[in-house]
């Protein structure tokens, strides 16, 4: 069975505060792996999609890394508008259309 | 418009009454999902369509789950006999096609209470 564990729970940092998000997956076979940002209230905003292992992808202060077992969300010089919930989620290759998710990484940036 | 709308963005039903959640996605994106949320939890897959396919319903946790897809495009998330635990956030989502990378663009989802 397809799992998707995410840590930490919670994370607060200082803005300027560099910090990295993991995300550990077991998927039969991967399609694609998802990075997702949630604020209160709203459904989930995309933000990267990783296909194979040493695949790295940027957005403005934040950057998605990809190996065979995980995934690391860096968040560089975070600022107070950074803090959500970090949602990571996997697509196996026998899963046309189900995006498994992990339970989610709330961060709080304090000025 | 432009975005994955849902209706109504706030529900209370009393248990056992059926209600209805409405899904209107993003232009020419032929893939819609469901997806629930409850308090503290990741998002749990329910149901999902691709054009004039059969649905994919695996994720649906019991018979009193139904979703229709009416025209290629807007879709109802039917729940008869509310019960307590069916409480949590109901998200919609839609893409281009599904199986091809593409990404889903959600809605600000249904907040369903059952009292």
């Known amino acids: 069975e397809d799992q998707v564990t995410q840590s930490p729970e919670a994370l607060r940092l200082q803005e300027g505060e560099s910090s990295s998000l993991n995300c550990s997956y077991t998927v039969s076979g991967l399609r694609g792996l998802f990075w997702y940002r949630q604020d209160p209230g709203k459904g989930p905003e995309f933000l990267f999609t990783?296909?194979?292992a040493g695949e790295e992808k940027e957005k403005e202060r934040l950057k998605a890394t990809l190996t065979k077992k995980e995934s690391f969300l860096h968040i560089t010089a975070p600022k107070p508008e950074d803090s959500a919930t970090y949602l990571c989620?996997?697509?196996?290759?026998?899963?046309?259309?189900?995006?498994?998710f992990g339970a989610g990484t709330q961060v709080v940036v304090t000025p | 418009g432009a975005g994955v709308s849902q209706s109504p963005s706030n529900k209370v039903t009393e248990k056992g009454k059926d209600v209805e959640l409405r899904c209107d996605p993003i232009?020419?994106?032929?893939?819609l999902y469901w997806y629930r949320q409850s308090l503290g939890q990741g998002l749990e897959f329910l149901i999902y369509f691709q054009g004039n396919s059969a649905p994919d319903k695996s994720g649906l946790p019991s018979d009193r789950f139904s979703a229709e897809r009416t025209g290629g495009s807007v879709s109802t998330l039917t729940i008869q006999r509310t019960q307590q635990e069916d409480s949590a956030v109901y998200l919609c989502?839609?893409?281009?096609?599904?199986?091809?990378?593409?990404?889903?663009?959600f809605g600000q989802g249904t907040r369903l209470t059952v009292v």
């Open positions: 232009s020419g994106h032929t893939a």
């Open positions: 989502a839609s893409s281009l096609a599904a199986g091809l990378n593409t990404e889903a663009f």
């Open positions: 990783l296909y194979s």
């Open positions: 989620a996997v697509q196996a290759t026998d899963s046309w259309g189900k995006l498994q």
